[in-house]
């Protein structure tokens, strides 16, 4: 069965630096997303992207936070300066339909990010 | 955003069948009904949707109230495998999932 990948599995950063979360959503998807979920917390939404552009995003994902497709295959989130508070484990997804016919997220294992 | 209402925990034996409700008043017309599933240290992972009917797949059953202000997800058999925290969600117009704080659902031997 297809599988939405992530990249690295834990990734342990200084406060201040930047880091970016790699995903390979599946081949024939067309809608990406990023959530994350603080450890035992729910899952939140971060950002949906679609045709190359944030279709849109939460209050969560502010300046500090973007979203890029760099190729046709990879989905990277990028946090520019890391706050203590950004610990969580980040979730990548993609679904083939966007509205009207639903198909269903098929989500990453997720990476786990440790700001210290 | 539109609200669901779940137990925070429930319990099942192995091999008996589950029953997991949710409450969604709220719901509009054009809301499906969205369950997923997130096992231990894992992220969601799909498991069924419908609108008005219901509707089975090899992993589940949905049953929806007919005024679809509550739906029920129907675990045939459950397995250890089973446990993990259920989630009920609607659809939203704009594409993107809003999770609650879901169902635990453990599963004993």
């Known amino acids: 069965e297809p599988e939405v990948t992530q990249t690295p599995s834990h990734q342990v950063t200084q406060m201040g630096q930047e880091v970016i979360l790699r995903c390979v959503p599946i081949s024939n998807h067309l809608y990406f997303y990023w959530y994350r979920q603080i450890l035992g917390q729910k899952v939140e939404f971060l950002v949906s992207f679609y045709n190359n552009e944030i279709s849109e995003k939460s209050e969560i994902f502010d300046d500090q936070f973007s979203v890029e497709r760099p190729d046709g295959s990879n989905f990277t989130l990028k946090i520019r300066s890391t706050k203590l508070e950004d610990s969580a484990m980040y979730f990548c997804a993609s679904s083939e339909a966007f509205s009207g016919e639903y198909y269903g997220y098929t989500f990453g294992s997720g990476t786990r990010l440790t700001v210290v | 955003d539109a609200k669901t209402t779940q137990p925070n925990s429930m319990e099942s034996n192995e091999e008996e069948p589950v029953h997991l409700p949710c409450n969604h008043s709220t719901i509009s017309g054009t809301d499906y009904i969205h369950w997923y599933r997130q096992l231990p240290s894992q992220g969601p992972e799909y498991v069924i949707h419908?609108?008005?009917s219901n509707v089975n797949n090899r992993m589940a059953s949905l049953a929806i109230a007919e005024d679809r202000k509550s739906s029920t997800l129907i675990l045939h058999r459950a397995t250890l495998r089973d446990a993990a925290v259920y989630y009920c969600?609607?659809?939203?117009?704009?594409?993107?999932?809003?999770f609650g704080q879901g169902t635990e659902l453990s599963v004993k031997p």
């Open positions: 419908g609108l008005t």
């Open positions: 969600i609607f659809y939203n117009q704009g594409g993107k999932l809003i």
